[in-house]
């Protein structure tokens, strides 16, 4: 049974930074892809983020490139979500997943089989 345990959310001012962190269990984490999400209230969850099993290759949504940066530690069974310049819209419950299969890169939340529990993430202008 694979288990997400996301931390480090909290409030921020506009402009400031956070890093969240995904604690990862129940399969061999360094074979597996990484992906962060975020749902805003009344929105629909959407991509933030991948990292691929290595940590050599990542994506981001155009909305976060620039400003955000995922990384892993495959020793540690974890990876991060380093957000700087924050904004107001980046308010919402942000969510580390991880595929059910190891090849793609997946954007689309269908494509994810397990899910953290999120951490709140608000940004005051």
């Known amino acids: 049974q694979v288990e997400l345990v996301e931390s480090g959310g909290g409030l921020v001012q506009a402009g400031g930074s956070l890093r969240l962190s995904c604690a990862a269990s129940?399969?061999?984490?360094?074979?597996?892809?990484m992906g962060w999400f975020r749902q805003a209230p009344g929105k629909e969850r959407e991509f933030v983020g991948n990292?691929?099993?290595?940590?050599?290759?990542?994506d981001y949504a155009d909305s976060v490139k620039g400003r955000f940066t995922i990384s892993r530690d495959n020793a540690k069974n974890t990876v991060y979500l380093q957000m700087n310049s924050l904004k107001p819209e980046d308010t919402a419950v942000y969510y580390c997943a991880q595929p059910g299969t190891q090849w793609g890169s997946p954007r689309a939340p269908g494509e994810y089989a397990y899910w953290g529990q999120g951490t709140q993430v608000t940004v005051s202008s």
């Open positions: 990292i691929n099993w290595s940590g050599g290759r990542t």
């Open positions: 129940g399969r061999t984490f360094s074979r597996y892809l």
